[in-house]
Structure formats: C-alpha cells, structure tokens
C-alpha cells in the first residue's frame, strides 16, 4: 500500500499529542458546544464536534495545529481507555490521499495503518472539510470511530 505524508503525519501528531495527560493541549474540556466556539475563534473553522457520550466516548479537549500544511483543530478524545485523535481541517484541492477507500455512509473513507497506529480519513463535502483520525489498537475499532463521527456532531453554536 502507498503511505503517503498524510499517515505519516497523522501517525507523528498522534503518538506527540495523546501521550501526556494534556500538556499538549491548549483547551480542556469535554463540551462540544465550548470547542466549537473554541475552534471558530481560534482557527476560523465551523466545527462540528462529534458527541460520543452516548457509546461511551468523551472529548479530553484539543488545541491548534495543522494537517498537509493547512491549519487544524485538533481534537482529542478517550474512548473506552483509548486515545483517539481527531484533526479537522478544510479539504484541499487533492482529493486522493492514498490508503484504502471504502464507502461508508455515502462519504469515501480511507483507512491505512503505520507502526502500530490506525488510521482514518473522509472528507464532508457539503462543509468542505477534511477529517482524519488516529489511534493505536485495533483498527475496526478507529473505522467503528470514525463512523460515528459522520453520523454525530454538534449542532450549530448556541447564543
């Protein structure tokens, strides 16, 4: 399979961001409405949060960064023991960023994994905005991620 400098990065960011208890991180929090307004402020990014409350996932909190040279919300989560990073940023103009691509819930997702780490990609067209996400473990598990992140999110900012 070819790699390209996406999962490389990916991978990189994941293992520098999740490892320490939040010294990484510009915000913490566990409100997906308060890292919405958080990322609008900050980086310009309509955000859409995923909640995971539900299937026993929490937000840990997130922080600046950049994703392919673009700026990025990174957002970091705990599911079940787990750390699982998520960056957002917007879609660029390549829209082939190697792995394997299989359609779920009518969006391309991509899946490849480096060293021990998981990852995951897609692109929400109709926000124009890339999301990639990573993990170490199980893949099915960052896929089972990744799919609930396109089903959820966070409803526009509140007044």
Do not use: N
């Not at 990484?24 to 990014?45: K, N, Q, V």
Request: glycine fraction near 12%; charge should be negative.
């Amino acid at each position: 399979m070819d790699l390209t400098p996406l999962a490389a990065e990916l991978a990189a960011k994941h293992l520098l961001y999740s490892s320490g208890r939040g010294a990484a991180l510009e915000i913490t929090t566990s409100e997906p409405a308060e890292m919405t307004r958080w990322g609008e402020r900050r980086l310009g990014l309509s955000l859409r949060v995923p909640r995971l409350e539900e299937v026993g996932g929490q937000l840990v909190g997130g922080r600046v960064s950049s994703l392919a040279d673009a700026p990025a919300a990174y957002l970091l989560y705990d599911w079940g023991g787990h750390r699982i990073s998520l960056f957002v940023t917007r879609s660029g103009p390549d829209g082939r960023r190697g792995g394997s691509e299989s359609p779920a819930d009518g969006v391309e997702l991509s899946t490849a994994a480096l060293r021990g780490v998981a990852l995951a990609w897609w692109e929400e067209e109709d926000e124009g905005q890339l999301y990639a996400a990573a993990s170490t473990g199980d893949p099915s598990r960052l896929r089972q991620f990744a799919l609930l992140c396109m089903r959820s999110g966070q409803p526009a900012i509140p007044d």
